[in-house]
């Protein structure tokens, strides 16, 4: 059985950074692609960013030029370095793993963490 544990997440101001890390236990992440997903309070779980065992990696347009997702396979760990944080990036987020092609759908992810909280302030 795998567990995943984030970590990271914090109180910055806008325009801060902020570095999450995703960890892996009882498993290695192998070939899964491995996504981050924020879920802000009253909304629904949604897509930030995900990266493949290849290292190909994928962006929601919110984020994209802002957040960088990155994988240490010998760590067993993915990292998302946030850069340039708004008010907006606020929620907790969320790691997952999938072994499925539709890496942007939080449908087809398992083994999710518990969440750690990001709060940017104006």
């Known amino acids: 059985q795998r567990q995943l544990v984030e970590s990271g997440g914090g109180l910055v101001p806008a325009g801060g950074s902020l570095r999450l890390s995703c960890a892996a236990s009882?498993?290695?992440?192998?070939?899964?692609?491995v996504g981050w997903f924020r879920q802000a309070p009253g909304k629904e779980r949604e897509f930030v960013a995900a990266i493949r065992w290849t290292r190909s990696t994928y962006y929601a347009d919110s984020v994209k030029g802002r957040f960088t997702i990155s994988r240490d396979n010998a760590k067993n760990t993915v990292y998302m370095q946030m850069n340039s944080l708004k008010p907006e990036d606020t929620a907790v987020y969320y790691c997952?793993?999938?072994?499925?092609?539709?890496?942007?759908?939080?449908?087809?992810?398992?083994?999710w963490g518990q969440g750690t909280q990001v709060t940017v302030s104006s």
């Open positions: 009882g498993r290695t992440f192998g070939t899964e692609t």
């Open positions: 997952a793993a999938t072994a499925s092609v539709l890496v942007t759908s939080k449908s087809q992810y398992r083994d």
